[in-house]
């Protein structure tokens, strides 16, 4: 038995006494040991006795997150998890599905051919809408005064995709700056350092080592009644009064998935700005140009605004309780803060389709071309699709939607 906790903990397979227990229900001061040779009930002072006497650690760290069950009013965690984090959630939710939803139909449908930097931006795209589809269970755990009830598969599923995404987003951002980099500074060598297949290949993996390191999240991930209570809360790793597992497990996360990300990210996104300075001055190709450089730069102020703030944020949340254990007054700030890093980056799934965007032309043209299908009355510019033959066209503040040769046809002066 690896411990034992309060507050109704169910906890399976373990020997006491030379007798397999099948199973142990630990509920405030009343253990009721299950086995084969029938069920026997116990005060826990007994039961925690004779486990030390065997050897066997406690750990009293599982017991209830008091930031999620202490909803003080004139606490600002409270406000913050009450009110402003669902608040959060839903605007982001209402702004970036329809957005990543519609860009996966532009990519699984309208886009005929595809190129390496397509693979990563449809994976990024993916990943946004994962995270998006956790978010209806979360804003309902906030604004139902954070009871949930909605069981421990549920509560461990909602707590990994959320882990789960902002890895998953800065790998494949990471895939992305690498790809601009072999297309800017190795043009030739791109092409067989990194073509399609092994693009895929490399999102697969992506995706594979962002499960397993988001495993200790579903350890650490437990349904727990509050004291004096019957509201059960879904725990977040990071609010965890015992830190022997999540502070190492931070710390992890932060050095592989978003440390070295980021140093790969500067290096690329430099190594390309370089590059494009120093090629000769040509008028056709000045504009393009700038608008990588603009592009590329975007990339490191956005990676550096939301994620080094969330980390360190996170890993300070966790440090404050490995120093203080005792003293959770202190706790306060630093949960205020991780609290609101959680809600400002959740921006980053409205932010991560622009990329698709400037990146992408043909996916632009598309994306615009089936906008203009929906809207035809929707003043736009001219935008015209390969593969939907949409053109919108502004004359005279009047819009609509003509075939493609309709550009060529000679346009109306005002009268």
């Known amino acids: 038995m690896d411990r034992i906790t309060r507050h109704t903990q169910v906890v399976e397979g373990f020997c006491l006494g030379g007798v397999r227990i099948s199973s142990l229900l630990f509920a405030d001061d009343v253990v009721l040991l299950a086995s084969s040779r029938g069920s026997l009930q116990l005060t826990a002072e007994w039961i925690a006795t004779e486990c030390e006497a065997a050897g066997m650690r406690i750990s009293h760290g599982s017991q209830p997150e008091k930031d999620l069950c202490d909803l003080d009013p004139h606490h600002a965690v409270t406000v913050i998890e009450l009110y402003i984090m669902p608040f959060f959630f839903l605007a982001v939710l209402i702004l970036g599905l329809p957005l990543n939803l519609l860009s996966l139909w532009v990519f699984a449908l309208r886009l005929r051919r595809w190129t390496r930097s397509t693979v990563f931006l449809f994976n990024l795209t993916l990943a946004d809408t994962s995270w998006l589809l956790a978010l209806p269970f979360l804003i309902h755990y906030h604004l139902n005064q954070l009871y949930w009830n909605q069981g421990l598969p549920l509560c461990v599923a909602v707590r990994m995709l959320y882990h789960n995404y902002f890895y998953l987003s800065i790998f ?36 594979t080592a962002t499960l397993l390191l988001s495993i200790p999240v579903a350890r650490m991930t437990l349904i727990q009644t509050c004291p004096g209570s019957n509201r059960t809360v879904c725990t977040l790793y990071v609010l965890l009064s015992e830190t022997g597992e999540s502070l190492p497990y931070s710390l992890l996360c932060s050095i592989i998935g978003f440390l070295f990300p980021l140093l790969s990210i500067c290096y690329c996104g430099l190594c390309s700005i370089r590059e494009l300075r120093s090629r000769p001055f040509h008028p056709d190709y000045h504009n393009k140009k700038l608008r990588l450089r603009r592009l590329l730069s975007a990339v490191l102020v956005i990676f550096s605004s939301f994620y080094l703030p969330y980390h360190l944020c996170r890993n300070t949340a966790i440090v404050i309780r490995a120093v203080y254990p005792d003293n959770p007054a202190s706790w306060q700030p630093a949960d205020m803060a991780f609290a609101l890093e959680m809600c400002v980056c959740g921006l980053v799934t409205c932010i991560n389709p622009l990329f698709s965007f400037f990146i992408g032309r043909q996916f632009r043209n598309e994306f615009y071309g089936t906008i203009a299908a929906m809207f035809p009355r929707c003043p736009g510019m001219q935008v015209t699709s390969k593969w939907t033959h949409m053109t919108v066209r502004k004359r005279l503040q009047v819009s609509t939607v003509a075939p493609e040769h309709a550009l060529s046809a000679p346009r109306p002066r005002p009268s």
């Open 172 to 207: 494949f951002v990471t895939c992305i700056s690498v790809d601009r980099y072999l297309a800017i500074v190795h043009p030739l060598r791109s092409l067989v350092l990194l073509d399609r297949r092994k693009a895929s290949l490399l999102c697969v993996a992506v995706w």
